[in-house]
């Protein structure tokens, strides 16, 4: 049973369309997050949710809408997608509180973007 | 602003040992490791939580040193499995981890 899955693993698009990710976790955690790796694999924050709540909202351009149904699940969809958006897209969750396991990410496999 | 992991990447024959550093320009309350290898999402290593701590599985270990705002981790007797990207994150508020710029690790045989 995957822990926190992505769909789909990979989009290659044209610039302009627009597209989006899904993301689930089955793990009872209470925060998800977006992160995204460029090609020189830095890993940078750009969105989390705790209870469906955004807490996190990093210097994103407007383009991209984080949306949380539930805490399960965390989608992020693009608009008007552009050639600095190709990078790798990794959804992962949290439990919160102060315990040595808190805090702790899980990751999802990643879903790899290619604007052309 | 994301923690400086030194150095940037590292080539090792099989057995032999390694140092990655991880240090940063705020009070440290916290260190995570996780490994990422090639084309797979970066995984859970170990979390330190106070300075002075030492933690350790297999022969994968970290220290933090909580006054000189930085962590190590090291890596004994290196086997090809640990080949990987290794990233220290740190806590920038109760919810947010910041990454370092990972370090490259490649175990030859």
């Known amino acids: 049973d995957t822990a926190v899955s992505q769909t789909p693993k990979y989009l290659v698009t044209q610039m302009g369309n627009d597209k989006s990710i899904k993301c689930e976790q089955n793990?009872?955690?209470?925060?998800m997050y977006w992160y995204k790796q460029d090609s020189k694999k830095f890993l940078k924050i750009m969105f989390s949710?705790?209870?469906?709540?955004?807490?996190i909202n990093e210097t994103v351009p407007n383009r991209f809408s984080p949306k949380s149904p539930d805490k399960a699940h965390l989608n992020l969809h693009i608009n008007s997608l552009e050639l600095g958006d190709s990078a790798v897209y990794f959804c992962?969750?949290?439990?919160?509180?102060?315990?040595?396991?808190?805090?702790?990410?899980?990751f999802g496999a990643g879903s790899r973007l290619t604007v052309l | 602003q994301q923690p400086v992991q030194s150095p940037q990447a590292v080539i090792l024959r099989e057995g032999e040992d390694a140092v990655i550093n991880c240090s940063s320009s705020?009070?440290?309350?916290?260190v995570h490791w996780y490994r990422q290898k090639h084309g797979e999402a970066p995984v859970f290593l170990m979390i330190?939580?106070?300075?002075?701590e030492q933690k350790g599985h297999d022969k994968i270990s970290a220290s933090f040193n909580e006054k000189k705002q930085q962590s190590s981790l090291y890596l004994t007797a290196s086997q090809l499995s640990y080949s990987g990207t290794y990233f220290c994150?740190?806590?920038?508020?109760?919810?947010?981890?910041?990454f370092g710029q990972g370090t490259r690790l490649t175990i030859n045989p």
């Open positions: 992962a969750s949290s439990k919160t509180g102060i315990d040595s396991g808190a805090n702790v990410l899980t």
């Open positions: 793990l009872g955690h209470d925060t």
């Open positions: 949710y705790n209870n469906k709540e955004l807490i």
């Open positions: 705020k009070a440290l309350y916290s």
């Open positions: 330190l939580l106070k300075g002075g």
């Open positions: 994150g740190t806590r920038e508020g109760a919810q947010k981890l910041v």
